[in-house]
């Protein structure tokens, strides 16, 4: 797969990524509240009408172009890595379900890797406002807030939060493309027993495949993105066991389920169009280059 489709991949996801931003916003306020010294616990709706109510309905819209910028490395490279390690498994043999998820694995190393940068920034700048003015950030955009960072955090700061991303990472490609690839293999090998139904490998199959994955990610990777959102917003030295203990102390074991709503909302429909795009996109460039 060349040049031109890993860019297409990553797009598509940036399209699906701009159809969910709102709720990724509210995902991150609601997981970082905590760490600026609100200690109350509210909800979605509360998140997203104060955020409306203090700048209008375009604020949560804040931290797009981060947003964007994070699709078109973590995500671009994950899925496009897994899906050329996947291939190069299955030129010699069918690969073994835990063969595939193995890769999904590492696929998720390199796109956290990749995308650490721009994760950094997009909790920053989607937390930015939560925060006393004189501790905000105030980045304007995704690439001037990296150099920004760059400047004055150096690679300590490019890489702020790095174990915590590439655990959500690894467990993210692990339970979303690697669920999804599984799940799609069951549908199209046998009829669902209940319903009686033989799937066919059409825009079906594959909205159901993604919806079951985006819920069956969402709880496996909450823990790991709540404990990210924090490091990632946080100005100091501090670490992940800081963090933890902290959190535990305070909240109590429910803090590592935060924001669990808002995230299911975004990665429920977030994975359905992630997985249709990438699947019409597949099948547009093989229509194009059957060859390749």
């Known amino acids: 797969m060349a040049f ?13 990524a701009a159809c969910t931003h709102p709720l990724d916003l509210t995902k991150v306020r609601m997981q970082t509240m905590a760490t600026v010294g609100c200690h109350a616990r509210p ?3 509360a998140v997203m009408r104060t955020t409306i109510m203090e700048a209008g309905v375009l604020s949560l ?11 078109m490395t973590y995500t671009m490279i994950r899925l496009s890595s897994y899906d050329e390690m996947k291939a190069w498994l299955s030129k010699h043999r069918k690969p073994s379900t835990p063969e595939l998820f193995g890769v999904a694995m590492f696929a998720g190393v390199l796109g956290g890797i990749a995308g650490n940068p721009a994760d950094v920034l997009l909790v920053r700048m989607t937390s930015d406002s ?5 501790q905000r950030y105030n980045y304007r955009n995704a690439l001037s807030g990296c150099v920004e960072l ?6 300590e700061g490019l890489t702020r939060g790095m174990s915590a991303n590439l655990t959500r990472a690894v467990l993210m490609n692990a339970s979303q493309v690697g669920t999804y690839d599984f799940i799609k293999t069951r549908l199209l090998a046998a009829p669902v027993p209940v319903l009686d139904y033989q799937f066919k490998d059409n825009l079906l199959c594959h909205a159901t495949a993604s919806c079951l994955a985006g819920t ?3 709880t496996v990777c909450s823990p790991a993105d709540v404990m990210r959102s924090r490091l ?14 902290r959190s535990l102390r305070e909240e109590g074991p429910r803090f590592l389920f935060k924001g669990w709503t808002p995230a299911f909302v975004r990665l429920g429909p977030n994975t359905i169009l992630l997985f249709v795009f990438y699947e019409q996109l597949k099948k547009g460039w093989r229509t194009l280059f059957p060859s390749s």
Do not use: N
């Not at 670490?239 to 203990?245: A, F, K």
């Open 130 to 134: 939560t925060r006393p003015p004189e």
């Open 61 to 71: 819209y804040t931290g797009l172009s981060a947003s964007i910028l994070r699709q």
């Open 43 to 45: 909800s979605m709706l």
């Open 232 to 245: 990632m917003s946080a100005s100091g030295k501090q670490s992940p066991i800081d963090v933890l203990r």
């Open 216 to 218: 069956i990610a969402t």
């Open 4 to 16: 031109i489709p890993f860019s297409l991949l990553g797009i598509g996801a940036s399209m699906a």
């Open 150 to 155: 760059a400047k004055k955090e150096g690679f």
